[in-house]
């Protein structure tokens, strides 16, 4: 079958002929259906020689598809069903230190599916999987953004975009900052109350909760906007390091969100259904994984890349 695969620092990823997976004691092998294109796939691309177990490494951890196999002792599914599959923890996640879904099939733990609704578009289906569960985690369960809340989001990218939206759903009054001019319409649409484009004009402005979705050394402004008794939640991975002020943090919290829980998916793919949030995406084909990846490298994408293997 065919995998996209990192092969070493330095390099592109590279399609490859693997051979197909086999499913283990309460795991399941999935044909992957839609694939989504994550910054946290050019990130690992550079620090993954020294953190990625072996190589190469067949990435993609934002997959949905159909279960074809099943392993002993799975139970709950049958083959057919349509499944998102989350990285919860429960096995090393997908594309970074375990197989990923870059690829015609990929094998997964059963405690790590989620059920697609039906009707529901498989692009959603699998950017639900991080870019949803992900975001939504981060701002409403680790964040608490609640009605009366003054909330800023970081860059309003694939997970940014749910995010303001799942805050404006909860009643908070959302700010949002994105370098990205183009994207500024579609945040106001999402009930964003302003945009900007540099996070450093909201020091000093208060916010209850900052939710940082692009880590481009963008922490310290979120820390700068809120205000004492504040919450910075770090979610993104642009750069592998940053600084920030250590005064700056007495008195306010930063804490960091990695991913989610199956019943986060679950409830972002009720939003989806109910269009409650409505995320923009653009779908490629699976031969154009390594040249999407790039297009995410010049921040050339608005919302999230979705490869579709099932068309």
């Known amino acids: 079958m065919r995998a996209w695969q990192f092969e070493g620092a330095g390099r592109p990823i590279s399609l490859n002929e693997v051979p197909e997976p086999e499913p283990g004691p309460g795991e399941v092998v999935i044909d992957v259906a839609a694939a989504g294109l994550c910054h946290s796939d050019l990130m690992y691309m550079e620090v993954g020689e020294e953190t990625m177990p072996f190589l190469p490494m067949t990435q993609g951890h934002e997959n949905a598809g159909v279960i074809s196999a099943l392993g002993d002792g799975v139970e709950g599914w049958s083959i057919g069903d349509v499944v998102g599959v989350c990285s919860s923890g429960v096995r090393p996640p997908l594309g970074m230190f375990s197989h990923g879904g870059f690829a015609d099939k990929l094998v997964a733990d059963a405690r790590d599916l989620a059920r697609v609704p039906e009707g529901l578009d498989l692009s959603l289906a699998a950017l639900a999987t991080d870019a949803g569960m992900t975001s939504y985690h981060a701002i409403i369960k680790v964040g608490g953004a609640s009605t009366g809340m003054k909330v800023g989001v970081i860059g309003y990218g694939g997970l940014g975009q749910i995010g303001t939206r799942a805050a404006v759903l909860a009643g908070a009054e959302v700010h ?131 490869a579709r293997l099932d068309r």
């Not at 991913?259 to 923009?280: C, K, N, Q, S």
């Open 176 to 306: 949002v900052a994105e370098t990205k001019e183009s994207a500024w319409d579609l945040a106001r649409q999402a009930g964003a109350t302003d945009v900007v484009r540099d996070a450093a004009e909201w020091a000093g402005r208060g916010f209850d909760l900052v939710v940082d979705y692009a880590g481009f050394d963008t922490t310290q402004k979120a820390i700068d906007a809120v205000a004492r008794g504040g919450t910075v939640v770090q979610v993104g991975l642009g750069l592998p390091t940053f600084t920030v002020k250590t005064p700056t943090l007495l008195g306010r919290t930063l804490v960091g969100s990695l991913g989610g829980t199956v019943e986060d998916i679950e409830e972002v793919y009720d939003l989806f259904v109910r269009r409650e949030i409505e995320p923009a995406y653009t779908e490629i084909g699976f031969e154009e994984i390594g040249d999407g990846l790039e297009r995410l490298r010049r921040n050339e994408v608005t919302g999230r890349l979705v």
